[in-house]
């Protein structure tokens, strides 16, 4: 059975019973924080696996709680499913823009809810699997998925869990084409909804903390993107 720790950071107390009662049927250790001062300490100091992070929060909102953890070294490595009650597409890429590993919009499902978060938990477990995968290098830059950790030359790349999973999934295929629907199947697994907008958001914020390296992440007009081929 699951024994995995989440943190579930919302101010709406019945938001929070009902999200503790059905993880903690499925097995997992949650605890619940109505701010986002108590969510940055506690995920500073006990390092959940997930956050599920609703944005709108008195003092600090979930978008700054998602920013910091995301720019700390400690924290970036957590997931972190964001909960909005707006649903609107430009809170789902600000989000996503800030590292975000998920979205959901209020009201949502319960069941829909932990699927999301199993699927988001494998992806960690497949990534723990990987240690056997050889370091990628590509001239100065060095992809190793046994510690999830990307250099160039000697400096370390801060990526969010998303952005590896996707540098790793293309730099493993150099010149295949991928749609962005394959490349959401491929990092997030099958039935995951989310618009070819945020996979546009993964990809510029990935070229952007490459540097010149995004330079191999190749557009191809009118089908998706590539890793380009090695000579």
């Known amino acids: 059975m ?8 919302d101010d709406e107390q019945d938001i929070l019973e009902l999200i503790r009662y059905n993880l ?17 300490k506690i995920a500073r100091d006990r390092h959940p696996d997930l956050i599920i992070l609703d944005l709108m929060l008195p ?5 700054d709680v998602c920013r910091l953890l995301k720019g700390e070294t400690r924290t970036a ?3 972190i499913i964001m909960l909005t009650a707006k649903g609107e597409e430009s809170d789902v ?5 800030l590292g975000a590993d998920d979205y959901m919009t209020k009201p949502f499902s319960p069941k829909v809810l932990i699927a999301r978060v199993r699927n988001i938990l494998r ?5 723990a699997e990987e240690k056997e995968v050889k370091i990628i290098v590509i001239e100065n830059m060095k992809i190793d998925p046994s510690k999830h950790k990307v250099t160039i030359g000697k400096e370390e790349i801060n990526l969010t869990a998303t952005e ?10 150099p010149g295949w084409v991928f749609t962005r629907s394959q490349i959401i199947t491929g990092i997030k697994g099958d039935d995951y909804p989310v618009t070819d907008r945020s996979v546009d958001v993964q990809i510029l914020n990935l070229r952007k903390k490459l540097g010149k390296m995004g330079d191999y ?14 000579n």
């Open 2 to 9: 699951a024994r995995e720790r989440i943190l579930v950071v």
């Open 24 to 40: 903690s049927r499925e097995g997992y250790q949650i605890e619940t924080v109505t701010t986002g001062e108590e969510a940055i």
């Open 59 to 63: 003092g600090i909102d979930g978008l």
């Open 77 to 79: 490595h957590i997931p």
């Open 93 to 97: 890429v600000a989000g996503l823009e």
């Open 123 to 127: 992806r960690k477990t497949r990534a």
């Open 164 to 173: 590896f999973a996707l540098l790793f999934f293309l730099a493993r295929r």
């Open 217 to 230: 992440i190749e557009t191809v007009r009118g089908v998706g993107y590539r890793f380009k081929e090695l």
